[in-house]
């Protein structure tokens, strides 16, 4: 009986270990075969198509790669099934309608593998697609990003929408303006830019460069006071063939002003009817030859000048008058008229890190150059010749290291005003190789000094604006420059060096 009983319980237990192991199997190939949907889901995560079309053209997704891909891994017939609300269900791998209305419309895709006339889903994925009436090409530095994200959400709401260009504006020379825009500008009716000044200006001189051949209607935008902004525009977009029409409007009504985007009468009718602020710059103006000055800037915008190299050209004489001050009103000495210019320049132009490094790196290699240098008895120009190429061979390997590094960031074509800086420093090498370096070490903090007030003072927002606006002020340096040069009181410097001797010479009086 004991024997009997034990065989029914062995007999028991191994019918229920083999039910075990088939739920076993059974799990592991659910396992397998929702790893087999996780590889579709991730197949499907890489369709690529247009979220935005523009109201009555085609639009469609073409899934025939992924229809092949499916089919050779299930090994049956796949199918695709489309569903739009209110809309006839699809059934191909190829989805193809025309929109007839705006509205952000959600298909909803499902895939499916047939075996036995039975469906089994694959998986599914829902598809946003969102059916604008207008489009507008937008220009924008990326440090407007959440702004311009506010502005699209605004602009949605009326069915427009916006084909974002984003742009740095450090890498304005690099972008190609005409690829991005002219493939989008027949939908729009105008561009707009939106930024800065200088992020305005640039851009425009970027577009003028590469020969568009299209006139382009343009909505400036800037948190810049429009007033002063038209007079900085106005040397720029005068004379210009592309420009069909332009208006500046401020910043503050950027949500409100862009919601009739047929024309740009109707933008401005739309604006004044809400009272907000804009400019109209006509491109047909042409500057006066008297303001020649002004039209020198403009002749360069025509000619793919950017603002920043125009705006150095301009500060030139501004640095000039500020050495002579420095030197002859307030009494420090300074190496010479164009270095202190130059090394300005080079703040601006490059920032002040990698000039600095620049600047430290020349200063040590013509210390080190000035060792050698005092064992040989060389005439003078053979001597600076021989500096000089040193130095630009030094700089050439030190950028080139630097850019290959990222160490800074320096411009390629930003070369020539460091070589232009080291041929006009001849005064500098003679100061840093002569055996008295330590008396002149006063005089090259005074240039250093000088040069950081400087880019200080012509790197502010104001300054660039009133220069750029107003650049025929330069003229007023010449009798200022006569005025210096008859100067024969005190400097001020020197007042406080004599005040011992100028104390006494009162009492006495």
């Not at 065989?7 to 659910?30: C, H, K, P, V, Y």
């Amino acid at each position: 009986m004991k024997k009997i009983k034990r065989s029914l319980l062995s007999i028991f237990l191994l019918i229920l270990s083999m039910g075990i192991l088939n739920a076993e199997d059974e799990n592991t190939l659910t396992n397998e075969e929702t790893k087999e949907k996780i590889v579709g889901i991730e197949q499907l995560e890489e369709i690529e198509y247009k979220k935005n079309i523009k109201m009555n053209k085609i639009f469609n997704i073409d899934l025939n790669i992924l229809k092949n891909t499916l089919e050779e891994k299930y090994n049956s017939d796949i199918l695709f099934e489309w569903n739009i609300a209110w809309e006839n269900t699809q059934n191909w791998s190829v989805f193809e309608k025309q929109f007839e209305e705006q509205w952000d419309y959600e298909i909803n895709l499902s895939i499916y593998k047939l075996s036995w006339n039975e469906q089994e889903l694959i998986t599914n994925k829902k598809l946003n697609i969102f059916v604008y009436t207008d489009k507008i090409v937008q220009v924008f530095d990326e440090s407007l990003w959440e702004k311009i994200n506010d502005f699209e959400l605004k602009l949605k709401t009326n069915w427009i929408y916006i084909n974002k260009i984003i742009i740095n504006k450090e890498d304005i020379e690099k972008t190609n303006f005409k690829d991005e825009i002219l493939k989008e500008i027949n939908e729009s009716q105008y561009l707009v830019v939106w930024w800065w000044k200088d992020f305005i200006f640039d851009s425009l001189s970027k577009i003028n460069s590469e020969n568009f051949n299209t006139n382009l209607n343009l909505v400036l935008i800037s948190s810049f006071n429009i007033d002063i902004l038209q007079k900085y525009l106005w040397n720029f977009t005068s004379n210009k063939w592309w420009i069909k029409e332009a208006i500046l409007i401020d910043e503050s009504s950027r949500f409100e002003i862009i919601k009739q985007t047929k024309t740009i009468e109707e933008l401005k009718i739309e604006m004044s009817k809400n009272n907000y602020e804009y400019i109209s710059l006509n491109s047909n103006n042409e500057i006066s030859e008297v303001l020649f000055i002004s039209k020198f800037i403009n002749n360069l915008s025509n000619r793919w000048f950017s603002t920043i190299n125009i705006y150095l050209i301009l500060i030139i004489p501004f640095l000039l008058m500020g050495v002579i001050v420095f030197k002859h009103l307030i009494g420090l000495g300074v190496a010479g008229i164009l270095i202190p210019t130059t090394i300005t320049l080079l703040f601006i132009k490059l920032s002040f890190l990698p000039t600095i490094t620049l600047i430290i790196i020349f200063l040590v290699t013509n210390l080190v150059i000035s060792k050698f240098i005092s064992r040989y008895n060389l005439h003078y120009s053979p001597r600076i010749t021989l500096i000089t190429i040193i130095n630009i061979i030094v700089t050439i390997i030190t950028t080139n290291i630097f850019i290959s590094y990222n160490i800074i960031s320096v411009d390629i074509n930003d070369i020539m005003f460091i070589i232009f800086f080291i041929l006009i420093s001849e005064k500098l090498i003679n100061i840093i190789v002569s055996k008295d370096f330590s008396e002149y070490k006063l005089s090259l903090l005074n240039t250093l000094v000088f040069s950081i007030i400087s880019y200080m003072f012509f790197s502010l927002e104001i300054t660039k604006s009133f220069i750029l606006s107003y650049p025929e002020i330069i003229l007023v340096f010449i009798p200022i420059a006569f005025i210096i040069w008859r100067f024969t009181w005190l400097r001020v410097t020197e007042y406080f060096r004599f005040r011992e001797v100028i104390k006494s010479i009162e009492e006495e009086e």
